[in-house]
């Protein structure tokens, strides 16, 4: 009897596991959870996944990875659920952006189950609720941005989607991990503007870029001409003052020898026979001038008495004269006047 028991049992079971509604093993959601095992008492669960156990068609517990034991008949295995990260291609749709362009756009979503609980009790079809909530997300997040700003701003984009999604499936035990756009497709005609648009800005920085070659040529070339006439400017005032100070040395220098000839000159007067020698000196000027005449211009004033050499040489001598008698006349002057002063200095003091 025991055995008939038995027998009647395992058939039960088999018409159980037949009958079973496979709510995860369809064909399009292999990558939700594997078949669903055969309650055999001892039981092996692999590890990363959850087996959501029913007993006489309630909830009762979800099997740990490894052994468990189940009571036949009375316990069957509902749903089993992976724990590792689910990727599912969201498809193809179109979407308008907030400027009015139609975009075709599809993407990949990245899911984990959190509680297996609310994944199996929570929704009926995990998959095609996250994806229609995906694509609806997608089309309202689009409708806020611009064409350009879709380019620029993906990651923000997916932010957005991944943050709306997480907030509508946690009543379903899944978390979003990450949302990534994979293909954006525009319109032909948005395409070509684009193009377009690409070619004219590039145009615009390469005259931009001609421009300030341009500018940065002519500065250099001001610059340049500037430094050269600042150094041109102080190479002729080098040169000035260069020339200004050998004349002045030369100045100085001829002083010197005229002032060095006059002492010497002087000197030789109060020799003996000064006086003979300043006359042929005189004559021998007056001779040299006398033949210098009517070289350097057309008019000549000549002399009464041209031919009276020894009658200028007189005239000079008798001019010499008088300046040397007037010379220590007023030496005497200017000594008598500095005695004075130093007397009149010195009586306050006595």
Same mark, same amino acid.
């Given at each position: 009897m025991l055995r008939s028991?038995? %027998? $009647?049992?395992g058939a039960i079971l088999?018409? /159980?596991q037949r009958t079973a509604p496979r709510l995860w093993v369809t064909p399009a959601q292999q990558r939700w959870a594997s078949s669903l095992p055969m309650n055999t008492v001892v039981l092996f669960v692999p590890q990363q996944e959850a087996w959501v156990v029913e007993r006489m068609g309630r909830f009762h517990r979800i099997l740990e990875p490894g052994l468990n034991f189940l009571i036949p008949v009375l316990d069957r295995i509902r749903y089993v659920q992976s724990l590792k990260e689910i990727v599912i291609d969201v498809p193809e749709q179109s979407a308008v952006s907030l400027d009015n362009v139609t975009l075709q756009i599809d993407g990949v979503l990245y899911l984990r189950i959190l509680d297996p609980f609310k994944a199996s009790y929570g929704v009926e079809d995990p998959e095609y609720a996250v994806t229609q909530l995906a694509q609806t997300t997608m089309r309202s997040e689009l409708g806020k941005l611009t064409l350009d700003k879709v380019f620029r701003e993906r990651e923000s984009l997916n932010s957005n989607i991944v943050h709306s999604i997480n907030q509508a499936s946690d009543d379903w035990g899944i978390r979003c991990l990450r949302y990534e756009i994979k293909d954006i497709h525009v319109p032909p %005609?948005? +395409?070509? /503007?684009?193009?377009?648009?690409?070619?004219?800005? %590039? +145009? +615009?920085?390469? #005259?931009?870029? =001609?421009? =300030?070659? #341009? %500018? =940065? /040529? $002519?500065?250099n070339v001001a610059e340049g001409c500037k430094q050269a006439q600042i150094l041109a400017s102080e190479g002729e005032k080098a040169e000035q003052i260069n020339k200004a100070s050998g004349e002045a040395q030369a100045t100085i220098a001829k002083a010197e020898a005229k002032a060095k000839a006059i002492r010497m000159l002087s000197e030789a007067l109060t020799e003996q026979n000064g006086n003979a020698a300043a006359s042929l000196s005189v004559a021998e000027q007056y001779v040299s001038a006398f033949s210098n005449l009517a070289k350097q211009s057309n008019t000549i004033l000549l002399p009464s008495n041209t031919g009276d050499i020894s009658g200028m040489v007189t005239q000079a001598m008798t001019i010499y004269s008088t300046l040397a008698k007037t010379t220590p006349k007023v030496a005497a002057d200017a000594s008598e006047e500095k005695s004075e002063y130093l007397h009149n200095q010195s009586e306050p003091t006595q």
């Open positions: 028991l038995c %027998r $009647a049992g088999q018409q /159980s %005609r948005v +395409k070509e /503007s684009m193009q377009m648009q690409v070619e004219a800005e %590039r +145009k +615009k920085r390469a #005259t931009v870029l =001609e421009s =300030e070659g #341009t %500018r =940065e /040529s $002519a500065i």
